[in-house]
C-alpha cells in the first residue's frame, strides 16, 4: 500500500509538472506570434510619398531640424550603365555654413531592401560627392543617403530616379 502510494504522490507531482510546462509552452507561443506579428506590421506609405522629389535639372532639397539638405544628380536623368554624380551639399540651418557630416550611398531597385553602398567622399568645396555606374541597367532606382549627424541615428533622405 505504501508504494502504491508513493507511485501515486509521483505520477501527480508529474502531471503537475507537464500541465506547468504545457502552459509555458502557450502563453511562450503566443508571445513570440504576437512579437513577430509586430515586426511584420509595417507602415504601408508610397515611395513615392516619402521621396525627395528632383526637378528637371537632377536638384533636390529637404529641410530637417538640424540642416538643409541639397543633393544633385548628374546627369539627369540618368543613362543606364554610364557613369552618375551625386552631390550632397549639407548646411547649417541657423549658421548657413557647410556642415561637416559622414554621408554614404546606398542605390538600389525599389524592391530591394539593401542595395550597393557608396562612400561620399568631402571635397575642397565642402560637397559630399559618390560616383560610378550607379544604375546598371535600366528601370527605377532608389538612392538612399544615410547622413551621421553625430546623432543616435543617422538621418537618411531618399529619392527615386527612373534611368533611361
Known amino acids: 500500500m505504501d508504494v502504491a502510494r508513493i507511485a501515486l504522490r509521483w505520477v501527480i507531482v508529474a502531471l503537475i ?13 503566443r508571445l513570440q506570434a504576437q512579437r513577430d506579428a509586430a515586426r511584420t506590421v509595417e507602415l504601408q506609405v508610397p515611395l513615392d510619398s ?5 526637378s528637371t535639372d537632377g536638384l533636390g532639397t529637404q529641410v530637417i531640424e538640424p540642416a538643409e539638405l541639397s543633393i544633385k544628380l548628374d546627369p539627369y536623368p540618368p543613362q543606364a550603365g554610364a557613369p552618375a554624380t551625386l552631390t550632397l551639399v549639407a548646411l547649417d540651418r541657423k549658421t548657413r555654413n557647410l556642415m561637416v557630416v559622414t554621408p554614404t550611398l546606398s542605390v538600389a531597385e525599389p524592391a530591394q531592401v539593401d542595395g550597393v553602398v557608396y562612400p561620399m567622399v568631402r571635397q575642397s568645396n565642402g ?3 559618390a560616383s560610378g555606374v550607379l544604375f546598371p541597367k535600366p528601370g ?5 543617403v ?3 549627424f553625430s546623432a543616435a541615428e543617422p538621418y537618411r533622405m531618399l529619392a527615386l530616379v527612373e534611368a533611361q
Open 146 to 148: 544615410s547622413i551621421d
Open 17 to 29: 509538472a507537464a500541465s506547468l510546462l504545457l502552459v509555458a509552452a502557450i502563453v511562450l507561443s
Open 127 to 129: 560637397a559630399y560627392v
Open 50 to 54: 516619402i521621396a525627395v522629389p528632383l
Open 140 to 144: 527605377p532606382w532608389r538612392l538612399r
